[in-house]
Each structure stands twice: as C-alpha cells, then as structure tokens.
C-alpha cells in the first residue's frame, strides 16, 4: 500500500505564491510518474503538471510558465512551485503517484487552494 500526503495549500491573493509538498511513503518502489491534478467545484478533476524519474515534465497550458514541478527521488517527494496565482488557479489540489509493481495510480486526500483577494 502506498500513502500520499499533501501539505503547503492555503488562501493567497491574486499575483501570490504557493508551494505545495507531497511525500509517498509505503510500497512506492519503483516511481514512474508523480504528479499533481486539481478539482475546482463542479468541474472535472484536470492535470497540472507530471514529473517522471528521470525528470521530465508535463504542463496544463493554463499553468505554465507560472507552475514549476520538482521531485526528489530520494525522499519520494514531488513538489509544485506555483507563482502568479489567479482566482481560476482555486481548487483541490491532489497528489498523484503511479508507482509499484504491479503498477497502480494513487491519490492524496487532497489540499485547498484558493486564491482571492
């Protein structure tokens, strides 16, 4: 079994900053894909961005250039640098690890952002 905890979510005004951390613990070996999604209400839950082990990266075109995802694969943690933040960045945010053998997909619990002034 595999555990995703989310931490870093909050309120911030509109052209603020957050960082969203997110640690997997248990069964994770090996780690393909770690990444974040969000929720906003009544919508679909959408990609933000992905980071493979070796590093490479995926962006939602609404995010990028404003969103920066890192991971530490040591720690299993993935981070999300978000700058710039607009009222429409609002949502759930999740955590996402596809990891394991055989390979599955969890999820965090989730974490709110909002931004508003």
């Known amino acids: 079994q595999v555990q995703l905890v989310e931490s870093g979510g909050g309120l911030v005004q509109p052209g603020g900053s957050l960082r969203l951390s997110c640690a997997a613990s248990g069964s994770t070996f090996p780690i393909y894909v770690m990444g974040w999604y969000r929720q906003a209400p009544g919508k679909q839950r959408d990609l933000v961005a992905t980071i493979t082990g070796s590093g490479r990266t995926n962006y939602a075109d609404s995010v990028k250039g404003r969103f920066t995802?890192?991971?530490?694969?040591?720690?299993?943690?993935?981070?999300?640098?978000?700058?710039?933040?607009k009222p429409d960045d609002t949502a759930v945010y999740y955590c996402n690890s596809q990891c394991g053998i055989p390979r599955r997909e969890y999820w965090g619990q989730g974490t709110q952002v909002t931004v508003s002034s």
């Open 69 to 85: 995802i890192s991971r530490d694969n040591a720690k299993n943690t993935v981070d999300l640098q978000m700058n710039s933040l």
